[in-house]
């Protein structure tokens, strides 16, 4: 399984941002993806999943503001992500196959950087 993101960039406070994810070799494997994202100086956290049934998740720092959804084929995921805030700036990778309700996954890509600015 190979996840790629895109999307990331440089956004001032307010502003929005889409980022993508194609992953390969998921076909058939019925998983959920997901975002998570990792702060300098912090742990990562988990920003927003979508299972195989298309339910969604998020937790209350993005709620309101991001909104994940998946292409048909299952093979894309999106993260939109409105009204930025400074503390959003991280890296944001894209996962598959989530374990532990959502704490840890099996694959991750590689990262696509955020950053919101003042």
């Known amino acids: 399984v190979q996840l790629v993101e895109s999307g990331g960039g440089s956004v001032q406070d307010g502003g929005s941002l889409k980022l993508s994810c194609v992953a390969s070799?998921?076909?058939?494997?019925?998983?959920?993806m997901g975002w998570y994202r990792q702060a300098p100086g912090k742990e990562r956290e988990f920003v927003s999943g979508?299972?195989?049934?298309?339910?969604?998740r998020y937790p209350e720092s993005v709620k309101g503001r991001f909104t994940i959804s998946q292409d048909s084929a299952k093979t894309t995921i999106y993260l939109q992500m409105n009204a930025l805030k400074i503390e959003d700036t991280a890296i944001y990778y894209c996962?598959?196959?989530?374990?532990?309700?959502?704490?840890?996954?099996?694959?991750w890509g590689q990262g696509t950087r955020v950053t919101v600015t003042s």
């Open positions: 070799g998921i076909e058939g494997k019925r998983c959920g």
């Open positions: 996962a598959a196959c989530p374990r532990m309700s959502w704490t840890d996954a099996k694959y």
């Open positions: 979508i299972d195989n049934s298309g339910n969604t």
